[in-house]
Every structure is written in C-alpha cells, then in structure tokens.
Nanobody, 115 residues
Framework: QVQLLESGGGLVQAGGSLRLSCAAS????????MGWYRQAPGKQRELVAV???????NYKDSVKGRFTISRDKAKNTVYLQMNSLTPEDTAVYYC?????????WGQGTQVTVSS
C-alpha cells in the first residue's frame, strides 16, 4: 500500500509563489512516475505536471515557464514550485503516483490566488 501526503497549499496574492510537496510512503519504488493534478470548482480534474523516474517532465501549456516539478528520490518526495500565480491557478491540487497495479492519489491541498 502507498500513502501520499501533500503540503504547501495556501492563500497567496497574484504574482506570488508557492511550493507544494508530496511525500510518498509505503511500497515505493524509485521507478514510479509522479505528478500533480488540479481541480477548480465546477471543472474537471486536469494534469498540471508530471515527472518520470528518469526525470523527464511534462507540463500543461498554461503553466509552462511558471511551474517546475522536481523530485527527491531519496526522500520519495515530489515538489511543485509555482511562480507568477494567477487567480486562474486557484484549485485543489492533488498528487498522483502511477503504480504497477494501480494508481494512488493524495488527499489534495487547496491553493487560492487572490487578485
């Protein structure tokens, strides 16, 4: 079993920055791909950024150049550095781990950007 614990959300003004963390515990393998999704009120959950075991990254177009995903394999932790935040980035952010038999999700952390 795998557990994902997110932290780092909060309230920030437009133009500000936040860093989200997702610590994985349990049956973790360094080969897992991990990523961040977000869901705004009334909208579908969408992929924001993903990082492979080899360190390859991919981003949603609207966050390219502003968000950076990274991972610390020794700590089984993935990070999302978010800069130049806008009110459109307001959402609940979820960490996801792609497992061999199933996928795992964190509980979510709220990010609110005020204008």
């Amino acid at each position: 079993q795998v557990q994902l614990l997110e932290s780092g959300g909060g309230l920030v003004q437009a133009g500000g920055s936040l860093r989200l963390s997702c610590a994985a515990s349990g049956s973790i393998f360094s080969i897992n791909t991990m990523g961040w999704y977000r869901q705004a009120p009334g909208k579908q959950r969408e992929l924001v950024a993903v990082i492979s075991s080899g360190g390859s990254t991919n981003y949603k177009d609207s966050v390219k150049g502003r968000f950076t995903i990274s991972r610390d394999k020794a700590k089984n932790t993935v990070y999302l550095q978010m800069n130049s935040l806008t009110p459109e980035d307001t959402a609940v952010y979820y960490c996801k781990l792609w497992g061999t038999a199933r996928d795992y999700w964190g509980q979510g952390t709220q990010v609110t950007v005020s204008s």
